[in-house]
Nanobody, 131 residues
């Protein structure tokens, strides 16, 4: 049974940085597809970033390209998301989600109802960007 938990969110001014972490139990990073997602108030959940299990390539959705960096530490089974040059529109609850059947990058390009309902999700961590 996969269990995930995110941490590292907070309140930051525009242009600031945060580093989010995702860890848990019941999985290993090299044996599951896992990615970062976010949901802003009143908006649908969207994909942010993931790392392909096939070749290790990192993928990012357009709004965060060049500002966010995804990485992982297999020794601690932790997935990270470095958020730089934060903008007010980055305000959202950030989630990590894992599923063996949802490969990267398709899992972040379209957040399907199947992914929402059947993947393992953490409770999320709030990121608020405000002056």
């Amino acid at each position: 049974h996969v269990q995930l938990v995110e941490s590292g969110g907070g309140l930051v001014q525009p242009g600031g940085s945060l580093r989010l972490s995702c860890t848990g139990s019941g999985f290993t990073l090299d044996g599951i597809n896992i990615g970062w997602f976010r949901q802003a108030p009143g908006k649908r959940r969207e994909g942010v970033a993931c790392i392909s299990r096939t070749d290790g390539t990192a993928y990012y959705e357009d709004p965060v390209k060049g500002r966010f960096t995804i990485s992982q530490d297999n020794a601690t089974n932790t997935l990270y998301l470095q958020l730089n040059d934060l903008k007010t529109e980055d305000t959202a609850v950030y989630y990590c989600a894992a599923a063996t059947w949802a490969p990267c990058p398709s899992n972040i390009v379209v957040v399907t109802s199947t992914l929402l309902n059947a993947a393992s999700w953490g409770p999320g961590t709030q990121v608020t960007v405000s002056a």
